[in-house]
């Protein structure tokens, strides 16, 4: 998951703010014991912008490389994340446009860490559609997990708070 986290703060960065609304956004891990997951997202521009002011400095004091370049069918982003002994490198590819769909297809490799994680290289897709509007019992900024497990990504930012300081 961190190196969703990791690529998506690189995607803050310099990508469009997606069209305001509820996004369902399915992760699938190639490969993995893990099941597919679906999740929904509503957002707004200010939102989006918050998730790249708060996830950015994070990301900055993890990552020694994010690099995302703009290329003929989307964007590209290459980073380099360590936390507590394991290091993430990853390649994403996003598709699509930030008003109705888009796609995003990542390679991980992790090195380090827990027994059984070194070396271990993984691909997830993240298939992102653009529903509507939020429903009425949502905010911008609502993420509603599987099960109805409901968080709000602008509490995200207290784990800033929780990494380890160089």
């Known amino acids: 998951m961190l190196a969703i986290a990791a690529a998506s703060g690189a995607q803050a960065l ?3 703010v997606r069209k ?3 996004w369902e956004l399915k992760m699938v891990r190639a490969g993995s014991p893990m099941p597919e997951m679906t999740m929904q997202h509503c957002t707004d521009e200010t939102v989006d912008k918050e998730m790249n002011s708060n996830v950015s400095p994070m990301a900055k004091q993890i990552c020694s490389k994010q690099d995302i370049q ?3 069918t989307g964007y590209v982003s290459d980073s380099v994340c360590s936390v507590a002994g394991t ?5 994403a590819e996003i598709t699509g446009d930030f008003n109705s769909a888009y796609t995003v297809k990542s390679t991980a490799h992790i090195q380090g860490g827990p027994a059984g994680a070194a070396g271990h290289d993984g691909t997830t897709t993240i298939e992102a559609k653009w529903l509507g509007a939020c429903k009425a019992d949502q905010k911008p900024g609502d993420i509603v997990m599987p099960g109805g497990f409901k968080m709000n990504v602008r509490d995200m930012s207290k784990l800033k708070d929780l990494l380890p300081t160089k």
Do not use: N
Not at 87 to 91: I, K
């Open 14 to 16: 310099d990508l469009p």
């Open 20 to 22: 305001a609304g509820l």
């Open 70 to 72: 703009k290329t003929a």
């Open 87 to 91: 290091t993430t490198t990853s390649h």
